[in-house]
């Protein structure tokens, strides 16, 4: 076999080896597991009298996206998806995927 045969196949069996990974729920997304960490890093900062400056700091980094709103709507005020993209005159996805991208960003500012 040829170094570029060699390079191609160990790049076929590396794909398919995380992607059935993944279906068995061995392997998460990086992405996911950040999301996760940070809706109850902000509900918890959100729902308590005490601020974590740091915390603070990387929301308050974000206030000009224009998406920005979506964070307090949902995590302070308690709304919906639903009730969010209802107010802001977008499309529920729209809201799904900034809240994800913007809990993401928050998430990495923090680590």
Avoid at 30 to 49: G, Q, R, V
């Amino acid at each position: 076999m040829a170094e570029e045969e060699i390079r191609q196949l160990i790049e076929l069996t590396v794909r398919q080896s995380v992607l059935e990974f993944k279906r068995a729920g061995l392997l998460k997304d990086p992405d996911n597991a950040a999301y996760t960490d940070a809706t109850e890093m902000l509900s918890n900062y959100y729902n308590s009298d005490r601020k974590d400056s740091a915390l603070t700091y990387a929301i308050q980094g974000l206030r000009f996206d224009p998406y920005f709103k979506i964070i307090p709507m949902f995590f302070e005020e308690k709304k919906t998806v639903e009730a969010i993209s209802e107010e802001l005159g977008v499309d529920i996805r729209t809201i799904y995927r900034n809240k994800k991208w913007l809990c993401v960003a928050i998430y990495n500012e923090l680590i």
